[in-house]
């Protein structure tokens, strides 16, 4: 059983590694997306979790970082979720090019 545990690969995917607010209902869209591209790259690397990782990592970022958007965008307007906003951006400041890259 040791042996087993220090061999173990543990790839987060979906809401373990990035949430995405209810209030967008797109949680589980998100999570098939990653599992379809992390699946894409495995078979692209013949199964190989270190060398399909870092390419699946590079395909998802963009995305990643737009869902870290809209979760921002999402909680400005919701005032349960005001609190947990930790950066003092408002939607009403973000720049053109972020709206741009939003959609």
Same mark, same amino acid.
Do not use: E, W
């Given at each position: 059983m040791a042996d087993f545990a220090l061999c173990l690969q543990i790839v987060l995917l979906g809401d373990a590694a990035h949430?995405?607010?209810?209030?967008?209902?797109?949680?589980?869209?998100?999570g098939m997306e990653d599992v379809i591209k992390f699946a894409q790259c495995l078979e692209q690397h013949q199964g190989n979790v270190? @060398?399909? =990782? /870092?390419?699946?990592?590079? @395909?998802? =970022? /963009?995305?990643?970082?737009?869902i870290l958007l809209l979760n921002e965008l999402a909680a400005s307007f919701d005032i349960g979720l005001r609190t947990q906003v930790t950066t003092s951006s408002h939607p009403a400041s973000m720049n053109q090019a972020t709206l741009s890259y939003l959609h």
């Open positions: 949430t995405m607010s209810p209030v967008l209902g797109q949680g589980f869209n998100s270190d @060398a399909a =990782l /870092p390419v699946y990592n590079k @395909a998802r =970022l /963009p995305d990643i970082h737009a």
